[in-house]
């Protein structure tokens, strides 16, 4: 059973670019999440997505950041215009069901870097 | 709101020795869960372990243990006889809605 996956696992983009991040959960898993550490600190949550619903984007910044989890495909975290201050690993993770019984099982991330 | 402190941002021991990581949480919730995970240099996030609010019993998993104490709004983490391999950053989180609540991580560098 494959675990969550996110790819590119490394992007470079010149400020003013578009930047997007995919994330596939694991088999049967229809929640995922997308988190941001920025150097040296901890995960920020940002996201949390049902199959083409949004469920929660409190922690999604206002301007250039977008997200989808359609019906067929992976989820999507999409930032345009991307300045330096986006350089940060973006994990994704998924769970099965949402309840304070399911564990987050997270995918290896990708990096970001904006020169 | 939530909140999850590691007071430790960087610790440095000698193989073998026992090592504490210390988490202090905030919530208001009565129902929440407490996670550690572990980030290895490679940079992938590594579970190890979830606790619920209501089991204030400590676990052991080999070298691993974890001592839950709800009066002190703790959860900390204790490597035995650590390793060169368990050189990592190590997050303690809190879930008590949609989000995990991660600490700022505990940098823990064992020597040979």
């Known amino acids: 059973n494959a675990g969550v996956m996110q790819n590119p696992r490394h992007l470079v983009r010149r400020r003013g670019q578009e930047a997007r991040l995919r994330c596939s959960p694991m088999?049967?898993?229809?929640?995922v999440y997308w988190y941001r550490q920025l150097p040296e600190e901890g995960l920020k949550f940002m996201v949390y997505?049902?199959?083409?619903?949004?469920?929660?984007e409190s922690g999604m910044p206002k301007e250039r950041f977008s997200a989808e989890f359609p019906k067929e495909g992976p989820s999507i975290l999409r930032i345009q215009q991307v300045v330096r201050g986006d350089s940060a690993a973006y994990f994704c993770?998924?769970?099965?069901?949402?309840?304070?019984?399911?564990?987050?099982?997270f995918g290896p991330g990708t990096r970001l870097l904006v020169l | 709101a939530q909140k999850v402190t590691q007071a430790q941002t960087e610790i440095s021991v000698v193989e073998k020795e026992d090592v504490t990581l210390d988490c202090v949480y905030e919530t208001r919730d009565t129902t929440y869960y407490l996670f550690w995970y572990k980030q290895p240099p490679s940079g992938e996030l590594v579970f190890l372990i979830r606790r619920n609010s209501f089991d204030e019993q400590n676990e052991i998993s080999g070298r691993y243990s974890w001592n839950f104490q709800k009066s002190t709004s703790s959860f900390n983490f204790t490597i035995t006889a650590s390793q060169v391999v368990d050189s990592a950053v190590y997050f303690c989180a809190l879930d008590a809605g949609n989000m995990l609540t991660f600490g700022g991580g505990t940098r823990l560098m064992v020597k040979p």
């Open positions: 997505l049902q199959k083409e619903n949004i469920i929660d």
């Open positions: 088999k049967g898993h229809s929640h």
């Open positions: 993770a998924s769970s099965p069901t949402r309840g304070l019984t399911e564990t987050q099982y």
